[in-house]
């Protein structure tokens, strides 16, 4: 008889980084948000110090998105990044103090009628989002409002520091979905009228993905949302939260639904969608461009010339890759 898999025994350095990450949590948590933030910047700043490659990764970025742009400008963008990845820490660490009698202290709604709108429809909402601002206050205040939702999430390797991370994020009563595993049960969520959370801006592999210009350059884009939206009817609603630092406080930004094709070619339609969905994300990325991720590697693929073209599958299976160039 074959004995199920056992999980092995966390590691020693599993458990070291699990300790830094709950005393971090832990110490920033237990002070003034104020105060909460203004270390979580300072981080920030320390760790893009010790790790220059975050830097260059971020600069070359730049370079490539705004060539129009002064070195100096573009090191004041990148600057304004780290800074966003420190307030992100500060307000993270703050989760367990929030709740529905004081998130509105911390976060506002504008063109919440948007999203209203799309749940009214009873089709389920993709709630289109990517790696802007404060993003995971996003969906944990969007909870606290009273419109708990199910997060796409990509599990951390450190299973401990993991389960730590999903205790936080689940704590306003959204739901987790992990993308290794649970990528059908999105389907049957969205049937029941419900929302689904998605950053849908970051890189993934060519057999995975579909190149769609983003700032000029091709970018290997998941057609997830796309194929997500054509199976089930879902309403895509970009959805984001960027610091309003005039008011102290974010706002989470609702913009209407993004126009969808729909035809009898299941392959022309995802392919375009995710091409109108990508050109979505960029024009707030431009909006905001000193509030989202430069430091990560988004053009890290590029396509090959001497590759034929492989089309979207029009078959059952939604999940299902294609390798396609818009």
Request: glycine share 8%.
């Amino acid at each position: 008889m074959e004995r199920a898999p056992v999980n092995p025994s966390p590691t020693v350095r599993q458990r070291a980084e699990a300790a830094l990450v709950a005393g971090l949590l832990g110490g920033l948590g237990r002070l003034p948000r104020r105060w909460a933030l203004c270390g979580g910047m300072l981080l920030a700043r320390l760790l893009a110090c010790v790790l220059p490659r975050l830097w260059r990764v971020g600069a070359d970025n730049l370079a490539l998105a705004f060539p129009e742009l002064s070195e100096r400008e573009r090191r004041q963008l990148l600057r304004g990044c780290i800074t966003n990845l420190g307030r992100l820490l500060g307000e993270f660490s703050q989760f367990p103090k929030l709740h529905p009698g004081n998130v509105h202290e911390v976060v506002e709604y504008e063109g919440f009628e948007h999203f209203a709108a799309a749940q009214a429809q009873g089709r389920g909402v993709i709630f289109f989002t990517g790696h802007l601002g404060a993003w995971e206050l996003s969906a944990f205040a969007h909870a606290l409002y009273g419109h708990p939702l199910n997060i796409l999430v990509r599990p951390i390797d450190n299973p401990l520091v993991d389960h730590l991370i999903t205790r936080w994020r689940t704590a306003s009563g959204n739901r987790l979905l992990s993308k290794h595993r649970d990528l059908r049960g999105l389907v049957v969520r969205l049937r029941r009228g419900e929302t689904v959370g998605i950053l849908a801006d970051v890189h993934v592999q060519p057999q995975h993905g579909i190149f769609c210009p983003f700032f000029g350059r091709p970018a290997c884009t998941s057609p997830l949302v796309a194929r997500l939206a054509r199976r089930t009817g879902a309403v895509v609603v970009p959805g984001y939260l960027v610091w309003d630092a005039r008011r102290g406080r974010h706002r989470l930004v609702f913009e209407p639904p993004v126009p969808l094709v729909r035809t009898a070619d299941e392959a022309f339609d995802i392919r375009e969608n995710t091409l109108r969905l990508t050109r979505c994300w960029e024009a707030v990325v431009r909006r905001y461009p000193d509030q989202w991720l430069w430091i990560h590697r988004r053009w890290k693929s590029q396509p090959q010339p001497d590759l034929a073209p492989v089309t979207v599958p029009n078959g059952s299976n939604l999940l299902s890759p294609g390798n396609n160039q818009c």
